[in-house]
């Protein structure tokens, strides 16, 4: 069952993945996934240590993306920097922008997300692109603005971006985490026990669905900094 499909529950259950989600932090990033592993699959042994042809823009690619799965995000920016370089196609320029929004958001700096989609409307043809509209869309959901998270990713899915549809699904939770947690259920004086227990036990089964942030080796505060000073 899709999880779009499952919140359509009762009060108990949005109120649970409400405080479940919330209480995790709607500043959370879900950027691992099965699309974004491909990169780990098909990535030969020079990329996957990082000694990849500074000149290559299909490597420089695949190793902002290796070193961004693994929270490397420096080594991401490196990585984007050094393709953007070399980049000669509008598609190629356009992945690039979309993974530095990726690096952004896991850094929790959207100012520079924001700043790297400004850049990429620059570009032609950036309005059809499916991974930078993903992109955009998953900056808007950070920002907590979901009509506009919702319109890049349908257009996202709509484009056949990979993984479209997984953030569909999260952000449909998350709308549901912002409707539930303004419900007056929550200022209610009282709970009964078989409320509170049917919340606990909901508020588990939604963990499945909360998005998890890759392991960092640079904290967000050290990339901002490095970043300010480039």
Same mark, same amino acid.
């Given at each position: 069952?899709?999880?779009?499909?499952?919140?359509q529950g009762?009060?108990?259950?949005?109120?649970?993945?409400?405080?479940?989600?919330?209480?995790?932090?709607?500043?959370?990033?879900?950027?691992?996934?099965p699309?974004?592993?491909?990169?780990?699959?098909?990535?030969?042994?020079?990329?996957?240590?990082?000694?990849?042809?500074?000149?290559?823009?299909?490597?420089?690619? !695949?190793?902002?993306?290796?070193r961004?799965?693994?929270?490397?995000?420096?080594q991401?920016?490196?990585?984007?920097?050094?393709?953007? &370089?070399?980049?000669?196609?509008?598609?190629e320029?356009l992945?690039?922008?979309s993974?530095?929004i990726?690096?952004?958001?896991?850094?929790?700096?959207?100012?520079?997300?924001?700043s790297?989609f400004r850049?990429?409307?620059?570009?032609?043809?950036? &309005?059809?692109?499916?991974?930078?509209?993903?992109?955009?869309?998953?900056?808007?959901?950070?920002?907590?603005?979901?009509?506009?998270?919702?319109?890049y990713?349908?257009? !996202?899915?709509?484009?056949?971006?990979?993984?479209? !549809?997984?953030?569909?699904?999260?952000?449909?939770?998350?709308?549901?985490?912002?409707?539930?947690i303004?419900?007056?259920?929550?200022?209610?004086?009282?709970?009964?026990?078989?409320?509170?227990?049917y919340?606990?036990?909901? !508020?588990f089964?939604? $963990?499945?669905?909360?998005?998890?942030?890759?392991?960092? &080796?640079?904290?967000?505060?050290?990339y901002? $900094?490095l970043?300010?000073?480039?």
């Amino acid at each position: 069952m899709r999880l779009g499909n499952m919140l359509q529950g009762n009060l108990l259950t949005k109120f649970a993945v409400g405080a479940s989600l919330f209480a995790f932090s709607a500043t959370s990033v879900f950027i691992a996934s099965p699309a974004w592993a491909e990169s780990l699959a098909v990535a030969d042994e020079n990329v996957l240590t990082g000694k990849v042809n500074k000149k290559d823009v299909d490597s420089n690619i !695949a190793l902002a993306r290796i070193r961004l799965l693994e929270g490397s995000l420096l080594q991401a920016q490196d990585a984007v920097d050094q393709g953007l &370089r070399y980049a000669k196609t509008g598609n190629e320029v356009l992945l690039l922008h979309s993974i530095g929004i990726e690096i952004d958001i896991a850094a929790d700096n959207l100012d520079l997300a924001k700043s790297e989609f400004r850049k990429a409307k620059k570009i032609s043809g950036y &309005r059809d692109h499916g991974a930078l509209n993903l992109a955009v869309g998953k900056m808007y959901l950070h920002l907590k603005d979901f009509k506009q998270a919702r319109f890049y990713m349908d257009k !996202a899915q709509t484009q056949k971006a990979p993984d479209a !549809a997984d953030a569909l699904d999260r952000l449909a939770a998350y709308e549901v985490a912002n409707e539930a947690i303004n419900h007056p259920l929550v200022f209610a004086d009282t709970v009964t026990r078989a409320e509170l227990a049917y919340l606990i036990v909901s !508020a588990f089964e939604m $963990h499945h669905y909360m998005p998890s942030k890759p392991a960092t &080796r640079f904290s967000a505060v050290s990339y901002t $900094h490095l970043r300010a000073h480039e």
